[in-house]
């Protein structure tokens, strides 16, 4: 089992800056893909971005590409989610993921897809104002 908690959401002004953690505990954090997704009232949850906690390597979705950044800090088993020039749009609740270990060093596009993880947090509410 893996839990994860996430913190840093709130209300920002449009243009502004957040900075979301997501803490780990339990199992082993090597060989999975770690990743963020949000939902918005009366849209499925979708894909924001990936790491390989190994590899480093990630995966963005076009929509924050430029803007959000993903990083995680192996010593405290915590991943974050550098969110910059932050729109109206991007209002969510935004919930951190991990898949069963064993998984790719490359984050594929099959990782967009929330089916391929196992783990989630309760999610943080993310409110951007115009």
């Known amino acids: 089992q893996v839990q994860l908690v996430e913190s840093g959401g709130g209300l920002v002004q449009a243009g502004g800056s957040l900075r979301l953690a997501c803490a780990a505990s339990?199992?082993?954090?090597?060989?999975?893909?770690m990743a963020w997704f949000r939902q918005a009232p009366g849209k499925e949850r979708e894909f924001v971005t990936g790491i390989n906690w190994n590899s480093g390597g990630t995966n963005y979705a076009d929509s924050v590409k430029g803007r959000f950044a993903i990083s995680r800090d192996n010593a405290q088993s915590t991943l974050y989610l550098q969110m910059n020039s932050l729109k109206p749009d991007d209002s969510a609740i935004y919930y951190c993921?991990?898949?069963?270990?064993?998984?790719?060093?490359?984050?594929?596009?099959?990782?967009?897809?929330?089916?391929?993880?196992?783990?989630w947090g309760q999610g943080t509410q993310v409110t951007v104002a115009s």
């Open positions: 339990g199992r082993v954090l090597a060989t999975r893909i």
């Open positions: 993921a991990a898949t069963p270990r064993g998984q790719s060093l490359t984050v594929t596009s099959t990782y967009r897809n929330p089916g391929r993880y196992d783990y």
